[in-house]
Each structure stands twice: as C-alpha cells, then as structure tokens.
C-alpha cells in the first residue's frame, strides 16, 4: 500500500538552529500537509500546499516557517530559527483532493527536540 | 470555530471487553469525521470515517456512526484485543475549512 514517508524520524537541535524535515508524498495525490503534536497536546494543523502554492496556513505557521516541493517527489519543511517550543512530532500529510470527505494520509511523523 | 472533544484516557480493558470511545463535535454546516488509530511507534492511520449523517463507518470490527442531533461520532468495538492497544483520535473536516481538527487523542490499554 502507498504511504507517505519522512526522515528524520528524530531529530534533535539547538536553539536558534534550522532544521529540514522531508517527506515524500503518496505518488498521486495532489495536495501536501504538516500537522505537528506537541507532547501531551492535539495534533495542530500547519500548513497545506497545492500546486507549488500555499494553501492555507495557521497561525502557528509564521515568518520562521516555510516549505517547499523541490522536485517532482519531495515536500520539506524548514524552521529557519528554532526555539524550544517548536519541539514536538511533525506529521506529513497528503491527499488526493482538498474536499472534506477525502482521506488525509499521514506519515509516521519527525520528532523534532530543540534543546 | 470547529472543534472536536472525546473522552479522557487512558482507557484500560480486559481483552474481549466491549469498548466505547465518546467523541463530540462543533462545526458549522455538515462536516465529514474520521478516526485514526496511532499504534505505538507509528504514524496516524485513517480507522474508519463517515461523510454524512446517519452513514456508519466501519474497520477491523471498529464501527462509528455520524449523530447529527446529537453531534457525535463515539468509536465502538464489540470484542477488544491487545493488538488494539494504541492511542485512537477522533477529527474533523468541513465547513469554512478542509484542514483537519483533532480531538485530544484517547489512549487504549488492553491486558491479556
């Protein structure tokens, strides 16, 4: 069965760091996605993007965020400058379609430790 | 704004027990909802979903079934086993928005 795949599967950097976690996508699927779980909390969306295009972002998604599909297979996101509270798991996602009733297909997640 | 609220854990079961996992929702219009499955170690997997009301979503002897009036979606399984044992997350999709919500997430502990 197709999945989505990330690396790192963990990670651990120091404040003020970039990092890049990547992810490949479900080969046919046309909409990309992060979510991200801090320990003990909900799983957060953060940002979708279609077409070499963002899509929608949340709040959480601000000026030291971004992502990018380099080529034809890979979605990465950068935290230029991270801080302690952007330790947490970060999901992958993607989808076929953008509509409510379509499934969202996550990978097994990043685990990002800013210390 | 959306929202989805399901019930505290963790729930600890006997294998073969009969499990219930509420979950509520708050959305305008008629969302769809889903719940996925986190297995220890693994990423979020779709379990089962319903996209409208009255539909009964159903896998791996897990079933939910969308309430309107009562706005619910409560995750049920009539015989449980310790490979179940994982953290189940009941979501949302719909309305202003098609970016999923989450509920806090309820941790099921089944012991041989």
């Known amino acids: 069965e197709p999945e989505v795949t990330q690396t790192p599967s963990h990670q651990v950097t120091q404040m003020g760091q970039e990092v890049i976690l990547r992810c490949v996508p479900i080969?046919?699927?046309?909409?990309f996605y992060w979510y991200r779980q801090i320990l003990g909390q909900k799983v957060e969306f953060l940002v979708s993007f279609y077409n070499n295009e963002i899509s929608e972002k949340s709040e959480i998604f601000d000026d030291q965020f971004s992502v990018e599909r380099p080529d034809g297979s890979n979605f990465t996101l950068k935290i230029r400058s991270t801080k302690l509270e952007d330790s947490a798991m970060y999901f992958c996602?993607?989808?076929?379609?953008?509509?409510?009733?379509?499934?969202?297909?996550f990978g097994e997640g990043s685990w990002l430790t800013v210390v | 704004g959306n929202s989805v609220t399901q019930m505290e854990g963790p729930v600890t079961l006997s294998e073969e027990a009969f499990l219930t996992i509420n979950c509520t929702y708050t959305a305008t219009g008629y969302p769809s909802l889903f719940w996925y499955v986190q297995y220890p170690g693994e990423g979020l997997q779709l379990l089962l979903k319903a996209t409208k009301a009255d539909d009964k979503g159903s896998n791996k002897g897990f079933e939910a079934t969308y309430r309107k009036e009562t706005t619910s979606f409560h995750l049920e399984k009539g015989s449980v086993q310790v490979s179940d044992s994982a953290v189940y997350f009941c979501?949302?999709?719909?309305?202003?928005?098609?970016?999923?919500?989450f509920g806090t997430g309820t941790l099921l502990a089944v012991q041989p």
């Open positions: 996602a993607s989808s076929i379609l953008d509509i409510q009733g379509d499934t969202i297909y």
């Open positions: 979501a949302l999709r719909g309305g202003a928005t098609n970016k999923l919500i």
């Open positions: 080969s046919n699927h046309l909409y």
